[in-house]
C-alpha cells in the first residue's frame, strides 16, 4: 500500500514541494510523500503506492502539456553554481574527451541555463511517470533544479527520444512555438551536464565510468551524440 524511500543525500525538499504545487494547479497529478521519518541520521519519506499499469503510451501529449506550464519562480539559479563546481575539478585536465566537451560547453548559449529561473523536474524519464487507468502521476523529485525552462525539455527528449531527438524537436518546435536552435542549444547543454558531471566523479574517484552498472547508462552513448549534435549544427 505504501512507498518508503530513504534519502542518501542532502535533499532540497522546499525545491519539490514548491513544484508539487505548481503542477497541481495545472492539472498534473503527481506522487508527494504523505508523511516523514527519522531514523538514526536517515530521512526517509512514506509515499501512497500506485501500480504502473500502462505500457507503450504515446505520452508527447502529456510532455507538451508539462512543457507549457509556467513554471517560473523566485529561488536562486542553482545550475550555474552547480556546473561550476564540476568545471573547476576539469579545468586542468589533459584528457581528450574532457577538454572536447569542456570545449563545446563553453561555446554554447549558457545565458538562459545560468540565469533563467524556473522549476524544472529534473529526471522526466518514462520510468518516473506512473500510469493507471489512464491517469499519468509524476514521481521522484529529487532532481528539482531552478535554471531555464527549456531544461526540462532536454531532459525529456535525452531520456525518452534519444534515437528520436529530431522528430520530437520538430514535434514540440511547431505545437509549442519555440524556436529550434533554442530548443537544440538546451539538449547539447544538458548532455554536456551529463558529461561533466559523470567525469567530476570519475576525477574525484566516486565513478569507475567503465564498471558494470555504469556501462548500462554508458557515458560515451551522451559523448557521441554530443559530436554529432556538435557536428551537424
Known amino acids: 500500500k505504501y512507498i518508503l ?3 542518501n543525500y542532502k535533499y532540497d525538499f522546499n525545491l519539490s514541494n514548491k513544484l508539487y504545487d505548481i503542477l497541481e494547479s495545472n492539472g498534473i497529478k503527481v506522487l508527494k510523500p504523505i508523511d516523514s521519518l527519522k531514523i538514526d541520521k536517515d530521512k526517509y519519506s512514506i509515499f501512497n503506492y500506485v501500480k504502473d499499469k500502462q505500457k507503450n503510451v504515446n505520452l508527447i501529449p502529456f510532455f507538451e502539456k ?3 506550464i509556467d513554471r517560473k519562480c523566485d529561488f536562486q539559479n542553482n545550475f550555474k553554481s552547480k556546473m561550476n563546481k564540476y568545471i573547476r575539478q576539469l579545468e586542468k585536465s589533459k584528457d581528450l574527451e574532457e577538454i572536447e566537451v569542456l570545449k563545446i ?3 554554447l548559449n549558457l545565458k538562459p541555463f545560468y540565469e533563467e529561473k524556473y522549476f524544472n523536474h529534473g529526471d522526466l524519464s518514462r520510468s518516473n511517470l506512473i500510469i493507471n487507468n489512464n491517469e499519468i502521476y509524476v514521481i521522484d523529485f529529487d532532481e528539482t533544479i531552478v535554471t531555464s525552462q527549456l531544461y526540462d525539455y532536454a531532459v525529456i527528449c535525452i531520456k525518452n527520444y534519444f534515437k528520436k531527438i529530431e522528430e520530437f ?3 514540440i518546435s511547431q505545437n509549442l ?3 529550434k536552435n533554442q530548443l537544440r542549444n538546451a539538449v547539447k547543454v544538458y548532455l554536456c551536464k551529463i558529461l ?4 567530476y566523479y570519475r576525477k574525484t574517484k566516486k565513478l569507475n565510468l567503465e564498471s558494470k552498472l ?3 547508462d554508458y557515458y560515451k552513448k551522451y559523448l557521441m551524440l554530443l559530436e ?3 557536428k551537424n549544427d
Request: hydrophobic share 25%.
Open 105 to 107: 560547453y563553453k561555446k
Open 196 to 199: 561533466i558531471e559523470k567525469f
Open 214 to 216: 555504469q556501462k548500462k
Open 177 to 179: 512555438n519555440i524556436d
Open 66 to 68: 508539462y512543457l507549457k
Open 169 to 171: 524537436e520538430n514535434i
Open 228 to 230: 554529432r549534435l556538435d
Open 5 to 7: 524511500k530513504k534519502y
